[in-house]
Nanobody, 121 residues
Framework: QVQLVESGGGLVQAGGSLRLSCAASGSIVSINHMDWYRQAPGKQREAVAGTTSDGSTDYADSVKGRANINRDNAKNTVALQMNSLKPEDTGIYYC???????????????WGQGTQVTVSS
């Protein structure tokens, strides 16, 4: 089994910062993509930031310049640092990873349970 567990959400004032963490555990051989998504109330889930095993990163236009995604391949963790937070950053933030498991061929997609981020104006 594989689990993704997020932490670090909470309530923060506009202009503040937050650091989200995600740890993958279980029967993992390797991890390719590790990404952050978010879902605001009444809206579809959207990609926020992503990183691949070779260190390349990508960001949604809405967070460029305010977010930094950082990955530790040895620990199977990924973190998202968000600065200059805005009320529109409010939502549930999910960690997603594509993982190769022990004893299985192919890559599998896994999601964490999500962590709430609320930005007050």
């Amino acid at each position: 089994q594989v689990q993704l567990v997020e932490s670090g959400g909470g309530l923060v004032q506009a202009g503040g910062s937050l650091r989200l963490s995600c740890a993958a555990s279980g029967s993992i051989v390797s991890i390719n993509h590790m990404d952050w998504y978010r879902q605001a109330p009444g809206k579809q889930r959207e990609a926020v930031a992503g990183t691949t095993s070779d260190g390349s990163t990508d960001y949604a236009d809405s967070v460029k310049g305010r977010a930094n995604i950082n990955r530790d391949n040895a620990k199977n963790t990924v973190a998202l640092q968000m600065n200059s937070l805005k009320p529109e950053d409010t939502g549930i933030y999910y960690c997603r990873a594509t993982i190769r498991r022990m004893g299985r061929l192919g890559w599998y997609e896994y999601w964490g349970q999500g962590t709430q981020v609320t930005v007050s104006s």
